[in-house]
């Protein structure tokens, strides 16, 4: 039978899942039931995607990647090696807390970076840029960029992945692009 994506052949793909055209999974990879999956995404070794996570467009993931139920990563997320993300914010064994599960939004073109920890409940915003490493324990604004445990803001990032400097008036160039931010009010917006 032919399929739209391209699954290896040790990798899992369990019954109910929608996995968009031009879509690659790799090696050792579980993609369990009712999760939706865009086109063009690529999802590298042994990623274990839960029931009901949903990726958008040209999501890349790299190699030991958890994405619990209750994620959603918009168009254009990048995750890297081995972060995680949890969905219970009190877990213990012998507790059962299916369906507390809390939601974890990651928006368009956000990158998380190798190692880092989301914590259930707090939304990453558009283009915001997680640093290796970092726990994050609260929402992260659009073109954030964070890092540490628990991670901190130290500064913004633009749409190409480029640290912004702004000027007293409050513009920032970047510099692959040339495209132009905004800070005012301790917000990034692109004009």
């Not at 879509?23 to 993609?31: A, E, L, N, P, R």
């Not at 995680?84 to 507790?95: D, G, L």
Request: aromatic share 8%; charged share 15%; proline share 5%.
């Amino acid at each position: 039978m032919n399929t739209p994506f391209f699954a290896h052949p040790t990798a899992v793909i369990d019954e109910g899942c929608q996995i968009g055209e031009g879509t690659k999974i790799w090696h050792f990879s579980h993609i369990m039931p009712n999760c939706s999956i865009g086109k063009n995404c690529n999802i590298g070794q042994n990623v274990v995607i839960s029931p009901e996570v949903i990726l958008g467009n040209n999501v890349k993931i790299q190699n030991n990647v958890s994405l619990y139920t209750g994620v959603t990563c918009e168009d254009d997320v990048f995750l890297g090696p081995s972060c995680v993300f949890t969905n219970v914010v009190n877990p213990r064994s012998a507790v059962n807390r299916r369906g507390q599960y809390a939601k974890t939004i990651v928006k368009k073109g956000a990158s998380i970076g190798a190692n880092a920890t989301i914590v259930c409940g707090h939304d990453i915003g558009e283009f915001a840029f997680i640093g290796a490493g970092a726990v994050v324990t609260k929402t992260v604004p659009a073109y954030a960029l964070v890092v540490g445990n628990p991670a901190k803001q130290i500064g913004w990032m633009s749409e190409y992945g480029h640290r912004l400097q702004f000027g007293t008036n409050g513009l920032a160039t970047c510099p692959e692009s040339g495209e132009q931010y905004l800070l005012n009010s301790n917000t990034v917006t692109k004009k």
